[in-house]
């Protein structure tokens, strides 16, 4: 039965996403934002709502593990493995604002996220001066882009083009993103139960993965429409706004422990590939294949280890 809610729980996260993405997409496009901008900021929030979602759900159920592993893992999965696949299907020019901007928003994220956990614990002011940063940080990007005039030529496919769709699109979504994350918590529970591992473990793996599978789903299509900006955006922006609002929302509505384990291992895995993607990105005219299969191996090995460690 944990099976059925488990796999249950993920289809009903991924549509929900689905359709939240293409609210928030089709909203931007009303306000002409720059596709870079929709990548960073609405594409990044709603493939970032599952991890939320789920966070909040196992940090209420007691299970801080598992909030702290979905999101560590999920930002793991976004580059060494969604940004892997991504390339090796259609390499990617990399946007100068992706490398003055976006990594290193990316880089101080994970580096406060680091500093916040030396205690062992992400307390409700920590997480309030996260989501405080994110805002800031969002406010600033949108003024940039509507400044310079950076904005849409055209719709986006598959987006609503009626505001009442649109909006329809966005509560759907949301409120599909709720039960699945429920569905999707107590599945991945009793499955660790019954294999043996550890909240840490499925939280890094299994939950971590299924959460990244909007950031797919979007990059992919993204990529291989060629808009580049929403794809490598979408991924960068996730894994901002997996640190400074997933774990800063779910911190204000109750502490949240990080485990010993999550500092001496997974935590460095986190620090580790968001630092070896920005030489990647100055490297070759795109990133491509090589690239791709750098950060796929490197994925692999962390998953091994993760499961060697059970």
Known sequence: MD????????????????????GAVGIAEKFKISPLVIGMTVVSFG????????????????????????????NIANIALVLSITILIFPIIVDRNSKIIDWPMMMFSSILFYIFSLDNVISPLEGGIMVAILLVFTFLLIRNSRKLNLNLDEDVDGTPSN??????YLVGGLIGLKFGADWFVEGAKGVAKSFGMTDKVIGVTIVAFGTSV?????????????????????????????????????????????????????????????????????????????????????????????????
Not at 3 to 22: E, Q, R
Not at 163 to 168: A, R
């Open 47 to 74: 493939t970032s709502a599952p991890e939320l979602f789920v966070s909040i759900k196992a940090a209420m159920d007691g299970s801080p593990d598992l909030a702290i592993g979905n999101v560590i893992g999920s």
């Open 214 to 310: 909007p950031e797919l789903v979007a990059s992919g299509v993204a990529a291989y429409r060629r808009q580049t900006d929403i794809s490598l955006g979408n991924l960068v922006g996730s894994n901002i706004f997996n640190i400074l609002i997933v774990l800063g929302i779910t911190s204000l509505i109750m502490p949240i422990q990080v485990s010993e384990s999550v500092m001496s291992f997974d935590m460095y895995w986190m620090l580790g590939i968001a630092l070896a993607l920005y030489p990647m990105m100055f490297i070759g005219k795109k990133m491509g294949r090589i690239h791709g299969l750098i950060l796929l191996s490197a994925y692999i090995t962390y998953i091994v280890l993760c499961v060697q460690s059970i």
């Open 3 to 22: 099976f059925f809610w488990l796999i249950l729980g993920l289809a009903v996260l991924i549509f929900s996403g689905d359709y939240l993405v293409k």
């Open 163 to 168: 505001m009442w769709l649109t909006s329809l």
